[in-house]
């Protein structure tokens, strides 16, 4: 008997225009997500973190891993924003490390992806796998334009849930991912399936970050 | 300074919280709904629920409902609602189960099961019922009464839904039958005497945990059958909502053995899971309701919703 697990994916932009304080604030923003989940015994039970980096290529720095277990992964910011290259990784992630119910054992819950980006993506292949992520739905996106260089209907293409961090600055980032751990913490809460266009509930953005319609 | 150290305000390791048992501090619905829900004015809200019934000498019917780790953690309300009723010649099992991003989904799960009962409830003193056409009264019944409690309290239908369980053991001069009819996940089985296991409604499989086809009041719960299968070599029926069922996963496999708790206890090392406590038969045991909150109170990793479970155990199971 497995035990069911809430598989969530960071997928970062670490492309040259992230460096600086924007990287920092993205790594010191998952060791506090971390931290967050760590205080909360459901999510310490059952929910899974992985981290995937993007530039020139994209990198799956921690497979998915228990958050007692996880060690938020160092890297720094260089190159382009090879877009395309993470999602197809992240595409390659689900078919490997996710479990589908069968009638044998009860599934994970459906992965929720946090994707941050600063720019627009510099790869021809992007809108094919977005197509992919945003027809068949096999994970709960969330995309963040950070900053007003970010290309927002690029992300409008990848997921409809797109939220916009009107500045880079560390608070910025630090209320961005506090809305992470919230929302992790709330999606273990029973939903209705995809077919009737519930989706998952999020908590309100933080003050800084607005929804994009 | 650097800029890490400006950011991070804890560089330690965490430390891994725990469980908590907190006190419900809020009401089970505001004293303003009283004058539109009047029954949830004397309804007596518990974290825990257990209740049984002995259907002459031949079932004992049983059932509890107790609030999960997450609700206990959080301080917040069990939305696990359970009923059951029973004759001699019929047996009344019903569970809902509120879901978890409904704000008042406990009060959906509750009105549900007073519903289900009290449509239900005439067939007691009637063996010539028509239960099949009563339990899909009472899923439409339910729908009505639920829009009927958001309407006159002006809050979204979508704030009470609940999935809804519902299993009838009939007894007629001419056969045995089983009825059932089911909106949402959970899981009704019946044990016959040849070991196997029944499921009584098909399992609607989503692909992902969590992910819930159906609930009341939605419109596709009006499209829930009533089913019905002969029930001279069931010797046990339960009914229980994905609090009890996901841990147990699957019930073809592991239904049998949950029957054989019942019936005969936990020993020790009998754990089907990562922690049971030990205790004696359930079914038609004296401390019935004593092993049944022990059973209730299994621990498997990650599993920290509400539970809820009702079963009927033929007695005179001999000779079967």
């Known amino acids: 008997m497995t035990t069911r697990r809430l598989p969530v994916y960071i997928l970062a932009d670490v492309s040259g225009s992230m460096q600086g304080t924007p990287i920092e604030s993205v790594r010191s923003g998952i060791r506090q997500l971390h931290r967050d989940l760590m205080g909360d015994p459901q999510a310490i039970e059952s929910a899974y973190l992985s981290v995937i980096t993007f530039s020139d290529k994209a990198q799956q720095l921690e497979r998915l891993t228990e958050v007692s277990a996880f060690n938020p992964p160092d890297f720094s910011a260089s190159g382009q924003t090879n877009l395309g290259d993470a999602l197809r990784l992240l595409l390659d992630c689900f078919e490997t490390e996710i479990l589908k119910t069968t009638p044998e054992q009860k599934g994970d819950w459906r992965p929720l992806v946090f994707l941050l980006s600063d720019g627009a993506p510099t790869d021809p292949t992007w809108p094919q796998y977005a197509s992919q992520l945003c027809n068949k739905r096999p994970a709960n996106v969330i995309a963040v334009a950070c900053g007003d260089q970010a290309d927002v209907d690029v992300l409008k293409q990848v997921t409809e849930s797109v939220v916009l961090m009107q500045d880079m600055s560390p608070d910025s980032f630090k209320a961005f991912f506090k809305f992470v751990s919230a929302s992790v913490k709330q999606t273990s809460a029973k939903v209705g399936s995809l077919d009737d266009g519930a989706g998952i509930t999020l908590p309100p953005p933080p003050p800084g970050i607005t929804i994009v319609p | 300074m650097s800029v890490r150290r400006l950011l991070d305000t804890d560089t330690e390791a965490p430390r891994a919280a725990t469980w908590q048992v907190r006190d419900v501090s809020a009401p089970w619905v505001p004293e303003s709904w009283y004058p539109h829900v009047p029954w949830a004015e004397s309804h007596a809200y518990s974290n825990d629920h257990l209740q049984q019934h002995y259907a002459d000498a ?33 047996v009344i099992l019903i569970a809902a189960d509120g879901a978890g991003s409904s704000r008042w989904s406990r009060v959906g799960a509750e009105t549900a099961c007073r519903t289900v009962l009290d449509t239900l409830s005439p067939a007691l003193t009637d063996p010539d019922a028509d239960i099949g056409t009563l339990l899909r009264d009472a899923v439409s019944r339910s729908c009505r009464a639920i829009e009927a409690v958001a309407h006159r309290t002006g809050e979204p239908t979508r704030e009470f839904r609940s999935t809804l369980l519902a299993a009838c053991w009939l007894r007629t001069p001419h056969h045995e039958r089983l009825h059932a009819i089911q909106v949402g996940d959970g899981a009704m089985v019946a044990r016959r005497t040849d070991g196997s296991v029944l499921r009584l409604v098909n399992d609607v499989q989503t692909e992902y945990s969590g992910e819930v086809s159906a609930f009341l009041p939605d419109d596709n719960a009006l499209e829930a059958v009533a089913v019905q299968h002969a029930a001279a070599d069931v010797e046990a029926i339960l009914v229980m909502t994905d609090g009890v069922e996901d841990p147990f996963y699957p019930l073809q496999r592991h239904g049998a053995r949950i029957v054989d708790q019942f019936y005969q206890g936990v020993p020790v090392g009998g754990t089907m899971l990562d922690r049971q406590g030990t205790h004696g038969p359930i079914a038609g045991s004296p401390q019935a309701l004593e092993h049944l909150r022990e059973w209730l109170a299994f621990e498997r990793r990650g599993e920290n919703d509400d539970r809820t479970i009702l079963g009927a155990f033929r007695l005179d199971r001999e000779g079967r």
């Not at chain 2, 107790?66 to 019929?90: C, W, Y």
């Open chain 2, 58 to 90: 031949s079932w004992h019917v049983i059932g509890g409902t107790t609030r999960g780790r997450v609700h206990a953690n959080d301080g917040t309300h069990r939305e696990d609602a359970m009923a059951m009723a029973a004759s001699p010649h019929l």
